[in-house]
């Protein structure tokens, strides 16, 4: 634990200075990484609460119990704030699942997309899933089967930011052009990720040898195979989904 909260104290260090570019002071960006990990705690404590209450009502065998998120927050990492990029802080979520009479844990490692969740609920119900319903059930996985790993897409589309005036960032029209733009972003069975943006530039990483994200290989001219296929499979999903986005 001490590691750890060593390491912590290391990173914020390092994110301070830039933070001035958002108009956040070092005692503000603190403030704020306390709420949000004090409502962490809060859920843990919450969930807790909830499983002792289904014990003592004789339910915790009849329940199905699941958490998650729709999306996650940078709090400062890449020197960022919010949800509106592709990076693994915003885009990744915890998905737990507690089904009665399973006294084992069971972690699934293969990245799954969080469109299933519906679906995969549905069926532990043994409800049937409405036709109007995206994606398919997970259950397998949660039973100790096995399932081919695929692609996971996931998209964004504008969303409205204002701009703080002074910023240092980049110039305004620059900022402007990047918060106004949409994304589409796969995530390959091998860990390659290519996120494509329609105004703003795009991005490659592989998060197995560089789970940070910290080198952007888009304009690697060694990766342009890895490209391509990734981008024919973001096309065919667009057109599968009815996605008119030109990239």
């Known amino acids: 634990m001490r590691e750890w909260q060593q390491a912590e104290a290391i990173l914020d260090r390092k ?4 933070l001035y570019f958002f108009g956040v002071t070092p005692d503000e960006y603190r403030a704020m990484k306390q709420r949000y990990l004090g409502l962490v705690t809060m859920v843990d404590q919450s969930i807790g609460g909830i499983l002792s209450c289904l014990e003592r009502a004789e339910l ?3 329940t199905i119990v ?3 998120s729709d999306h996650g927050d940078m709090l400062g990492a890449h ?3 919010g949800k509106e990029v592709m990076f693994e802080e915003a885009v990744r979520v915890p998905y737990l699942i507690r089904m009665p009479g399973r006294g084992q844990s069971l972690r699934v490692v293969q990245p799954v997309s969080h469109i299933d969740f519906l679906p995969t609920l549905l069926d532990l119900l043994g409800a049937p ?4 319903c995206a994606g398919k059930s997970l259950t397998p996985l949660l039973h100790g089967e096995t399932m081919p790993p695929e692609n996971i897409f996931i998209e964004w589309s504008p969303n409205r930011i204002k701009v703080k005036k002074g910023t240092k960032l980049a110039p305004r029209r620059a900022i402007k052009r990047a918060v106004n733009e949409s994304t589409r972003a796969i995530i390959l069975p091998n860990g390659w990720k290519l996120c494509l943006r329609d105004h703003d530039l795009n991005e490659l990483y592989n998060l197995q040898t560089d789970p940070i994200e910290a080198h952007n290989r888009y304009y690697d001219s060694h990766h342009r195979s890895i490209i391509e296929r990734a981008t024919r499979e973001i096309h065919r999903w667009q057109e599968s989904v009815g996605d008119s986005l030109k990239l």
């Open 66 to 68: 699941a958490h998650t």
């Open 60 to 62: 915790l065998d009849k």
């Open 129 to 132: 899933k409405p036709g109007q």
């Open 15 to 18: 994110r301070l200075p830039n």
């Open 79 to 81: 020197h960022l704030f």
